[in-house]
Structures are given as structure tokens and as C-alpha cells.
């Protein structure tokens, strides 16, 4: 372990596969700050729950943010503990056996307890780290939430301590007898694109050009 490592804890250790753990800061941060969607669970009323919700991250700060109303969030907000998974297909791994197919992925899992931003000033800036996340310069363009808009929303933020990443590259291994069959065998690489953007049926471009004009 290096110093800029998460520290293992009992619920990070890795167990199955440990040679594909990552404890490093850089690699974590690259793969919370790549992925728009994370899934959170926890426990609500003795059953397992689980929400895929949008989530941004500020230095060793995790946050997501949701509806006030919803139960998940709340039972959070009141101290459940939650288990949250973010990951990336990089592709499918095509074995010659069907025993050894695999995926090529990166993930994480952060585990811990929340507290409620209850600020304005704060979730106001939360509100524009996470716009400007998912489009640089957009938070300057649009109208920003006002007071029973932030009212309504519920801001959890976490600090990032039990903390792991679990990271499958490379080919398929396969049994060594099998490599003499005759069956293609390698990765189908897998990534997302943004496609060109399509205007909203009510967009009125004559308040657009106004805007850039004035």
C-alpha cells in the first residue's frame, strides 16, 4: 500500500479476485468522475433497496441528491448505512470455453453513512459542480433553483473512507488445451458516445440568438 492509497477496510478487502483490487486515490476518482450513474442501496423497513440515481464527487466527498420524498434517500438521511457501486463496461470477454467469458470493467464501491446538506448557500454549489460536470459552461446559461426548488431537493453528502476499485483488462484466459480449439476468441471492445444533440420540441432558436446577440 502506498500513501496514497485507501486504507482496506473489513467491507473493502477483496476477497474473490484480489489481484484485480485498487486501492489508489487517482485510479477511484478517475472512475467515480468518469460515470454519470451510480447504483445506492441500503435497508429499508428489513428489505434490501436500491436506486441508480446521478452522483458528482468534490475531492474525497461523494454526493447524491434526489427528491426529499423519496424513501431510499430518507432512510439514508436517517442513518442507514449505504452501499454504492458505479461502474464501466470496457468489453465483453470472449473465451473459448463458455466457463471462462468474461467482461473487461472498472468499478467502484463506496460504503458509508450520509449527512444532509441543509444549506442553500451549499446546495447551491453542489447544484452547479454537478450541471457543470454533465456540461462545462452550462451552469452560467440557466435559470438556477430557487429557494422551495432546493427545499424539495435532498443533498447527501459522504466521506469517501471505505473505499475500493475493481478493475478486469486483457484477454480471455482460457484452460491450456482449450487454446488449440478451433473457436474465435478475444475482447468486443464496448464504450459510450454522445450522439448529436436533438433539439426540445417547444426550443424557440429566436431566444437563443437574441441571448447571443445581447
Not at 444532509?116 to 452550462?138: C, I, N, P, W, Y
Not at 433553483?145 to 435532498?154: G, R, S
Not at 480449439?181 to 431566444?207: E, N, Q
Request: charged share 30%; with cysteine; glycine share 6%.
Amino acid at each position: 500500500m502506498s500513501e496514497t492509497d485507501y486504507d482496506i477496510q473489513p467491507q473493502t478487502k477483496m476477497v474473490r479476485g484480489p489481484k484485480r483490487a485498487s486501492y489508489d486515490r487517482e485510479t477511484v476518482h478517475r472512475i467515480i468522475d468518469e460515470a454519470i450513474i451510480c447504483h445506492v442501496s441500503t435497508v429499508l423497513d428489513g428489505r434490501p433497496v436500491m436506486i441508480p440515481t446521478a452522483h458528482w464527487r468534490v475531492g474525497e466527498q461523494f454526493y447524491i441528491h434526489g427528491s426529499s420524498k423519496n424513501r431510499v434517500l430518507g432512510a439514508i438521511a436517517d442513518g442507514a448505512e449505504a452501499c454504492i457501486c458505479i461502474t464501466h463496461l470496457d468489453g465483453l470477454v470472449m473465451a473459448r470455453s463458455a466457463f471462462h467469458h468474461s467482461a473487461n470493467y472498472r468499478s467502484v464501491v463506496i460504503y458509508g453513512k450520509a449527512r444532509v446538506m441543509e444549506d442553500d448557500t451549499a446546495k447551491m454549489e453542489q447544484s452547479a459542480v454537478f450541471v457543470e460536470k454533465l456540461a462545462k459552461g452550462r451552469w452560467d446559461t440557466i435559470r438556477h433553483p430557487n429557494k422551495q426548488e432546493l427545499k424539495a431537493t435532498m443533498f447527501l453528502e459522504f466521506d469517501m473512507e471505505a473505499v475500493s476499485a475493481k478493475i478486469r483488462t486483457g484477454d480471455p484466459v482460457d484452460d491450456e488445451e482449450d487454446y488449440a480449439l478451433p473457436v474465435w476468441a478475444g475482447v468486443l471492445p464496448c464504450r459510450t458516445v454522445w450522439d448529436a444533440p436533438i433539439d426540445d420540441s417547444r426550443l424557440d432558436r429566436s431566444l437563443l440568438a437574441d441571448a447571443t446577440s445581447a
